[in-house]
């Protein structure tokens, strides 16, 4: 085990998101034994999804996943009819007063896919139950010196024992609180920042056709109180817009509204339309007119949470973090998901580095940590000095987003 069992460590992801599922791709394709602990009942047990856009990290997101998954894809894709122009691989960023387009950030190459579909792609390599084990919400770990494993003891009464964890268990991980021994350094803290997002089906081209019109694939709006974003979900019909569904964001500083009154469902909507007003068309129409029966459209808010990466102690290179767990960020520039995607090939490389070439596992992991907490530290605090100069026209011009666009700048 451990140290002594260097040939087929036995390794443990908790936490079967995005991140968590494609560091196992990696791990499995470079010949390792990976099992994935989630506390969730199943890869459906929450109805939420949302859209992200991959772009600079694509080619190493490639690299680590299967054949399979790599040929399905396409499945993940939320329009994966489109065809890709310059102009489809762009994104404009709209003048949230006059409509005018302020400036456009070229993506060359980036492709856009749901959270839910991009899951199910990723997990369908894995033995459900096996070696993705659901209702394992983990409450404590304890390294076993004599035995040099560490001991996952879940919420259930089971335990699992391993020699490596990663957890990717999102901002608010339980491995990180763990890692710091419950210290409030370890807290993930609130941004100031109120995030709400709304999949529409609205049956009726006629909703759709302004949204495809501004951009095929996803347009944001800037320079007001409220930050927007509009773009296309699903596309069940190519040729017919009343089968596609759209999606919607809005971001705005927490205190310039009253309280949301609920966190999802029609309250929540009601409660963004109330507060919503004289946004740039089709902003504004679109949610305005989002249906509230409560079927056509799942809205949800939430305060956007971050947590600056400060360096933990791998208890020997036995436990470290990856993803939203290391370095949850605000969404601007969309570079959340795709800072995991290096976090995920660094982890494979650094564990190849301990079985392959005999780099103690101290420092395999402590080299994979120091990088995860500096350029995650860089990441998140970008994203915050993003979001505070993104509702001011006069401070939009100074975004990254404006200035090097969605490119890699940590
Ligand atoms: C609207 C929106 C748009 C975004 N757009 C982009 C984008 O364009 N590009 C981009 O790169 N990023 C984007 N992001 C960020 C991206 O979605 C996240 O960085 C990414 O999904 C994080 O994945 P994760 O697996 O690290 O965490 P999570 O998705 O939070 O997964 C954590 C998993 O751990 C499990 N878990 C939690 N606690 C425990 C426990 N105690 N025991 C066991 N399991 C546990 C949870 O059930 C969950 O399955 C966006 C985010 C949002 C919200």
């Not at 856009?112 to 199910?120: F, K, V, Y």
């Not at 335990?159 to 991980?173: H, I, K, Q, R």
């Not at 017919?240 to 205190?255: F, G, N, V, Y």
């Amino acid at each position: 085990m451990g140290e002594n069992n260097k040939n087929q460590p036995r390794i443990a992801i908790v936490g079967a998101g995005l991140t968590g599922l494609l560091t196992a791709h990696g791990l499995k394709k470079a010949g390792f034994d990976v099992v994935l602990f989630d506390k969730e009942a199943g890869l459906d047990a929450r109805p939420r999804d949302w859209p992200l856009m991959l772009h600079w990290a694509l080619p190493t997101f490639n690299s680590l996943l299967s054949e399979s998954a790599l040929s399905n894809f396409p499945k993940a894709l939320c329009n994966p009819y489109l065809e890709y122009t310059p102009e489809v691989e762009s994104m404009p960023c709209i003048n949230g007063k006059t409509g005018e387009v302020l400036f456009k950030s070229s993506m060359p190459g980036a492709r856009r896919i749901t959270r839910q579909r991009l899951r199910r792609v990723m997990a369908a390599d894995f033995d459900n139950g096996k070696d993705i084990q659901w209702s394992k919400r983990l409450e404590t770990f304890e390294v076993d010196e004599t035995t040099d494993a560490v001991r996952l003891n879940f919420a259930d009464g089971t335990n699992a024992e391993v020699d490596y964890v990663l957890g990717c268990d999102g901002a608010s991980s339980k491995v990180r609180q763990l890692l710091f021994n419950g210290d409030q350094v370890a807290q993930v803290q609130p941004s100031g920042f109120m995030f709400a997002t709304a999949i529409v089906r609205h049956d009726d081209a006629a909703m759709v056709e302004p949204v495809v019109k501004m951009h095929p694939v996803a347009a944001v709006m800037m320079g007001t109180e409220s930050v927007g974003g509009l773009s296309i979900m699903y596309v069940d019909d190519p040729n017919d817009l009343s089968r596609w569904t759209t999606t919607w964001m809005k971001i705005w500083r927490r205190e310039k509204f009253p309280e949301p009154p609920a966190t999802q469902g029609v309250e929540a909507l009601s409660y963004i339309k109330a507060t919503t007003k004289n946004l740039v068309e089709p902003f504004q129409s679109q949610i305005d007119l989002t249906p509230e029966d409560g079927t056509k459209a799942s809205c949800f808010i939430d305060e956007m949470r971050t947590w600056v990466p400060v360096s933990w102690d791998t208890r020997g290179g036995r436990i470290t973090l990856a993803g939203d767990a290391a370095h949850p960020m605000l969404v601007y520039r969309g570079q959340g998901f795709q800072h995991a995607v290096v976090d995920a090939k660094s982890y494979v490389d650094a564990l190849k580095s301990i079985r392959d070439d005999g780099v103690r596992r101290e420092e395999a992991v402590r080299v994979y940590t120091d990088d995860v907490v500096e350029r995650g530290a860089k990441a998140v605090t970008q994203s915050l000095r993003e979001a505070s100069l993104s509702m001011d026209l006069e401070s939009v011009g100074k975004m990254m987003m404006a200035k090097q666009g969605h490119a890699r700048a940590a």
